[in-house]
């Protein structure tokens, strides 16, 4: 009898040995993501939420020690698709994070997914990667590119904009949000015009502004081109008789004292601000404070949440067990700064929008004050395409 207890114990040993030595292996974490180039400012932001949460964790995933390797895609997809496949072939990576700019994640995905790497995106959701090339192993945390601009068409619709003109960059991201607004407008739209990711000189894009005679217009402006738009808009005097609205990372706390008051009373609709009261809020944005002086953006706060989701799914299942990982995944138990958060079908959120307004504060300087939220539980547009089930 002895003998056959010790026998069931011995095998019972070995059996555990392999999982408790899988539990202390590094999960080998990719941050993939534009340092520098025209988008540098937002990935370097992204970066720094990354951090935060790290710290938070002790520097571990569901109390596994991580490898993190960094990479800077340069703001170029050519660079983006070349980064993506050194992480697979030197780095074995098996998560990657980060990918803030929609035209360099379309390029770094394929061979990211065809390697079955874990892809948690930290900002960029272009439309094409919610429908039907919609993927188990991708999960978009931040939102769908035409996510705020479906809350935002609705109150502009409640509250009487008639007459609009829609503008963004050329290129992927500026294409969805400003065309999620124009779509879902239902009054006249007079036209739509997409810059070149360089320009910097928006003079002639205001003249036919003036000459259309709007009652507002939707402008989506990121990274090296928020400021010059901004500050044009404002001397171009336009702002004093057509209403500006746009996502809120034309005017953040990083952008803001470079805009001084040609951002003041600008409306974004967005997910989440610093004012919120969700749990954890607090504790990110003062931590954030100590560190840089000010607070956090968009861009901070959802890499926060992607480490934290991944800290929640390592703790149920690593990502050396592909199927349980996923399902862990997908469950999202985790508390997002935003409050309410779960993953649709497509592996992308749904959310609530909010509506907030850049004001100026008692000490003179500038916020974005939250205001309201427009609309709750918003789903993207092209979740139904994708073949994925809840």
């Known amino acids: 009898m002895t003998s056959r207890l010790s026998l069931v114990a011995g ?17 080998r974490l990719g941050f993939l993501s534009s340092m520098s180039g025209t988008f540098g400012v937002l990935g370097t932001e992204q970066k720094r939420g990354l951090d935060i949460a790290l710290e938070h964790l002790g520097n571990k995933l569901g109390g596994r ?78 939102f769908a590119n035409e996510q705020w601009g479906t809350g935002l068409a609705d109150y502009l619709n409640r509250t009487g904009v008639k007459r609009m003109m829609f503008l963004g960059m050329d290129y992927q991201a500026g294409w969805d949000h400003a065309k999620s607004v124009a779509k879902n407008f239902k009054g006249e739209n007079l036209g739509e015009i997409y810059t070149p990711l360089t320009q910097m000189d928006f003079s002639s894009v205001l003249t036919q502004v003036r000459a259309a005679k709007p009652d507002a217009i939707y402008a ?58 969700t749990p954890g809020n607090q504790r990110f944005v ?52 935003r409050g309410n958060f779960k993953f649709n079908n497509n592996n992308f959120p749904i959310q609530d929008i909010i509506l907030q307004r850049v004001e100026k504060t008692s000490d003179g300087k500038f916020d974005v004050k939250f205001l309201e939220v427009i609309k709750k539980d918003v789903q993207d547009p092209h979740h139904s395409s994708c073949p994925l089930k809840s």
């Not at 095998?11 to 999960?27: I, K």
């Not at 874990?118 to 090339?133: C, D, T």
């Not at 840089?292 to 706060?301: C, D, I, K, Y």
């Open 11 to 27: 095998l019972t040993l070995a059996a555990l040995l392999p999982l408790s030595a899988q539990a202390q292996e590094p999960v």
């Open 65 to 142: 020690p991580i490898k993190l390797i960094e990479v800077d895609d340069k703001s170029s997809p050519v660079e983006a698709a070349d980064a993506a496949n050194k992480l697979v072939e030197r780095e074995k990576i098996q998560v990657v994070t980060g990918l803030v700019v929609s035209n360099s994640m379309l390029a770094a995905i394929d061979p990211l997914l065809k390697n079955n790497v874990f892809v948690i995106g930290a900002n960029a959701g272009p439309s094409q990667l919610a429908g039907e090339k919609c993927n188990q192993n991708l999960f978009v945390v931040a």
């Open 220 to 277: 989506f402006y990121v990274g090296g081109a928020a400021v010059p738009f901004m500050k044009q808009w404002k001397q171009s005097g336009l702002s004093k008789t057509v209403k500006l609205y746009s996502m809120g990372a034309i005017a953040d706390s990083m952008l803001l004292p470079a805009m001084g008051d040609a951002a003041l009373g600008l409306e974004t609709a967005y997910s989440w601000n610093p004012e919120m009261k």
């Open 286 to 337: 003062e931590d954030f404070r100590k560190k840089h002086g000010r607070n956090p953006t968009q861009f901070a706060m959802f890499q926060y949440d992607a480490i934290m989701l991944l800290d929640a799914a390592v703790k149920e299942a690593g990502p050396e067990d592909a199927d349980k990982f996923r399902v862990a995944l997908k469950k999202a138990n985790f508390q997002s700064l």
